[in-house]
């Protein structure tokens, strides 16, 4: 069941992203301010979107460990956080080769950049800190406090390009403004879409592994016992 | 084409290259990663066979 849904999810986001990539290529016009680099948008904001929505999965999966202290919940956590910092990498290198162009340098420290850097830092000290601790329910707890810490850099990030008194090199919200005309709409809510299926296909080959992980280290316990 | 059009251009596809690249390194090592857990499962299932 969880092997078709893998492969269900990876077809339906592959033939999307063929779809999206004709859009992008072939339908949509070319910015007129910005020429040919503006269509890494359809990118670079999708992946910080997709990211965002795994560390929240992530955040709702760690609070309810720490409720229930189900290991389930650990293991949807841990693979959340793990696909969620992988698309956050895709935005950030995005962001600086778009930034290379428009503003003739790399990397800017403003607010924006800064906090969404600090954002990838936090998970993957998450993902470093896990092998780290070997007893499992230590392991676990400690990890469901630092995603749900890390996840309080979210709001920031958000309101990073919102508030006047923040100095900030990257360009304003353009969603919920109007600034992005109605054409490059659907190519940006497809990109959205892509990075969501081909993310839960990831998800669920990593709870795989989790599950599998589990039962190795109960079959250890086992052959220490005979 | 003017220069800038053509910078422009391999800017982006630079972009989508790293993009990419990044997602296919991580897939790949998810899939390196599944191969070495099933091995260790296939090897402790056997150990514990052997015991029993």
New interface residues.
Partial sequence: MREKAIYVLGILGTALLVLNFYRIFLVIPIDAL????Y??IF??VP?AITADAFYAVAVIASIAFLIRKNFAWDSLAVSAVE?GT?FT??NL??GS??G??EWGIWWAWDARMTSQLMLFLLYLGYLLLRPAVTEPTQRATMSAILAIFAFADIPIVTMAIRLHNVRTQHPGPVLETGGLAPVYWPPFLTGIAVFLL?GSA?VL??L??ES??R??DS??R??HA? | MSPVDITNLHFLFFGYSAAWLIMIGFVFLLVQRSRRIDRELTRLKSMVEDKN
Avoid: C, K, N, Y
């Fill in positions: 910005q020429g040919a680099i269509r890494i990118i670079h992946a696909v992988m990498l895709v290198a995005t080769i778009w290379r162009v081909l990831m080959v990593r795989h592994q599998s992980r039962e190795i079959l250890r086992e052959i005979i």
